[in-house]
């Protein structure tokens, strides 16, 4: 089965830009999870989806961020705007009903300059 | 905040068993012990868990102590292509129970030839 897939894998802007990241997550999965990693620390997670509904974005800044999941399936999630301390890897990870193992995208590399 | 302690770092030479523990002293009884690693420029990857008894896959064993409090994750015969950072992780499972993952530093493994 095809994995988790993102886009885009680097994206380098300016402070105060706007930015958005896609996720598709594996089919059939219904959760679906965004983490924000800054590097040399582990993910962070930013927000949780139930299908299309919202489950927990209790770290999100939602002064700047935001995601959505329409139809339950792909997600995007954006920053505006975009700061310095923004520059981190952006995962996405999916989950099967019932399976509590997640599974991860390659992730996005955002460089806020 | 993370629920366990691991070492920053560890080295292990290739072909021999790498065993990376981690200290869990304040889990509760339905916590599950979660191992994902995270290879270098990839999303984290799920590798194993358990609750109380001792647990094997293709990938590893998970060994949890009598008490709860500690675990080891052992890798039998570590190759090049195990190198990475290993998280281990304490979750709550049940209904209810969102998923969410809380990722600490975890330990840098270098498998050396």
């Known amino acids: 089965e095809a994995g988790v897939a993102q886009s885009p894998r680097y994206k380098i802007i300016e402070k105060r830009q706007s930015v958005a990241f896609w996720c598709n997550p594996i089919?059939?999965?219904?959760?679906l999870y965004w983490y924000q990693q800054i590097l040399g620390q582990g993910p962070k997670l930013l927000i949780q989806?139930?299908?299309?509904?919202?489950?927990?974005d209790s770290q999100l800044p939602k002064d700047r961020f935001s995601a959505e999941r329409l139809k339950g399936v792909d997600s995007t999630l954006k920053i505006q705007p975009a700061k310095l301390e923004d520059s981190a890897v952006y995962l996405c990870?999916?989950?099967?009903?019932?399976?509590?193992?997640?599974?991860f995208g390659p992730g996005t590399r955002l460089t806020v300059t | 905040d993370a629920k366990t302690t691991q070492p920053p770092s560890m080295d292990c030479a290739e072909g021999r068993a790498a065993n990376l523990p981690c200290n869990h002293s304040?889990?509760?009884?339905?916590?599950?012990v979660y191992w994902y690693r995270q290879i270098h420029s990839q999303g984290p990857q799920y590798i194993i868990h358990?609750?109380?008894n001792n647990e094997t896959n293709e990938m590893a064993s998970l060994i949890i102590t009598e008490d709860r409090k500690s675990s080891t994750l052992i890798l039998p015969h570590a190759t090049l292509r195990d190198t990475a950072v290993y998280y281990c992780?304490?979750?709550?499972?049940?209904?209810?129970?969102?998923?969410?993952?809380?990722f600490g530093q975890g330990t840098t493994l270098q498998v050396k030839p």
């Open positions: 990870a999916s989950r099967r009903a019932g399976v509590y193992e997640q599974y």
């Open positions: 989806f139930q299908n299309n509904g919202v489950v927990d």
């Open positions: 089919s059939g999965h219904a959760t």
């Open positions: 304040t889990i509760s009884g339905n916590e599950y």
């Open positions: 992780i304490v979750r709550e499972e049940g209904s209810g129970n969102t998923g969410k993952l809380i």
């Open positions: 358990g609750l109380k």
